[in-house]
C-alpha cells in the first residue's frame, strides 16, 4: 500500500465540493486510525462509540470530526500513548506522516485524549494547498456500567473487525448528550440529527444504560421510568433553538435542504415515535 491508495479511498467518496473533500480525508484517515489501533490490540480494552462510529459502521449519512472511545471497564492507569507507534506506523504504511500527542488534563476528568495531526500536504480539487487535518481521539475510562458491544467488520485499508456499543447502547449515551451536554452558550446540533437518525430505523434506546449514565454524570440522582424520560426530552425540545441547531450540523451534511422541516413541532413529533427498551 502508497500514499496512491490514501488518494483511492478519497477519490472513492466523488467529493464534489472542497468542504466533502475535507470530511472525506479525515473519514480515510479516521478508518486508518482504527486499523492502527486494532494492530495494537486497542480493541481489547475499549469500544468505538459516538457519531463517527456510526457514520463509518452503521450507515449514517453525516460526517464527524472526533473519534470517541470507552473502556470496557474503568481505569485509573489507562494511557493512549502505549498505542501511537501502531497509528504512526499504519499512516506510514499508506504514506502518510503524523503526529500525535496525548493532551494534558488540566483539570479532574475521566476522559484520556489526544490529537492526531497530518503533517503531509494535501491539496483541494483546484489544486489548492489545504490545512491539515486533525482528529481528537478520546477514550473515557472511566464508563457508566450497562453496556452492550459487537464486533463490525471494516475493509479498508485491510479487513479487521472493530469492538463498537451496539445501537440501543449507544442511542442511551447520545440521548444522555442532548438532554446534558454543558456547552454553555453552543448547542450541538449533531446530537439532534442523529436522534432523529435512531428514531427512524427503529433503534430501541436501552433505558438502563441511559439511567446509569445519567445518574454517573451527576445528571440525575434516581432512575427514570420511559414516560419521565419522554418527559424530560419534551421540555428539552420546547426549550431548544432549532435554527441555531441547524447552523451547528450544516456542515456535516450533504444536503442542508433535508433540515428544512426541522421545527419544534417537526422533533415532538419524532419523539412520540421513539422507542425505548426498558
Known amino acids: 500500500m502508497t500514499e496512491k491508495m490514501f488518494d483511492e479511498l478519497v477519490d472513492a467518496y466523488d467529493a464534489k465540493s472542497s468542504a466533502a473533500h475535507q470530511n472525506a480525508v479525515r473519514e480515510v484517515m479516521q478508518q486508518i486510525a482504527l486499523a492502527g489501533l486494532n494492530r495494537g490490540g486497542f480493541f481489547e480494552h475499549a469500544a468505538f462509540y459516538g457519531g463517527t462510529s456510526l457514520k463509518i459502521f452503521y450507515g449514517l449519512d453525516r460526517f464527524s470530526e472526533d473519534m470517541d472511545f470507552s473502556l470496557l471497564s474503568?481505569?485509573?492507569?489507562?494511557?493512549?500513548?502505549?498505542?501511537?507507534?501502531?497509528?504512526?506506523?499504519?499512516?506510514?504504511?499508506?504514506?502518510?506522516?503524523?503526529?500525535?500527542?496525548?493532551?494534558?488534563?488540566?483539570?479532574?476528568?475521566?476522559?484520556?485524549?489526544?490529537?492526531?495531526?497530518?503533517?503531509?500536504?494535501?491539496?483541494?480539487?483546484?489544486?489548492r494547498q489545504l490545512p491539515n487535518t486533525k482528529i481528537k481521539i478520546e477514550v473515557d475510562t472511566n464508563p457508566p456500567s450497562g453496556f452492550d458491544t459487537e464486533y463490525k467488520l471494516l475493509m479498508q485499508p485491510y479487513s479487521f473487525m472493530t469492538r463498537c456499543y451496539t445501537l440501543p447502547s449507544s442511542f442511551a449515551g447520545k440521548m444522555s448528550a442532548l438532554l446534558f451536554r454543558a456547552w454553555r452558550n453552543r448547542v450541538k446540533g449533531r446530537d439532534w440529527y442523529d436522534f432523529e437518525w435512531y428514531v427512524r430505523g427503529g433503534v430501541a434506546m436501552d433505558l438502563a444504560h441511559y439511567n446509569m449514565r445519567a445518574c454517573q454524570n451527576g445528571n440525575a440522582t434516581a432512575f427514570v421510568t420511559a414516560n419521565q424520560f419522554q418527559e424530560l426530552l419534551r421540555d428539552k425540545i420546547h426549550n431548544a433553538d432549532i435554527e441555531r441547531i441547524k447552523e451547528d450540523v450544516m456542515p456535516f451534511v450533504d444536503d442542508a435542504a433535508k433540515l428544512n422541516i426541522w421545527s419544534r413541532e417537526y422533533f415532538l413529533q419524532v419523539a412520540d415515535m421513539m422507542k425505548i427498551k426498558e
Open 74 to 127: 474503568p481505569s485509573k492507569t489507562f494511557s493512549l500513548s502505549p498505542f501511537f507507534d501502531a497509528l504512526v506506523a499504519e499512516f506510514k504504511i499508506v504514506g502518510r506522516e503524523v503526529r500525535i500527542t496525548e493532551k494534558q488534563k488540566t483539570a479532574v476528568t475521566s476522559m484520556n485524549s489526544a490529537f492526531l495531526k497530518d503533517n503531509t500536504r494535501i491539496f483541494d480539487l483546484q489544486g
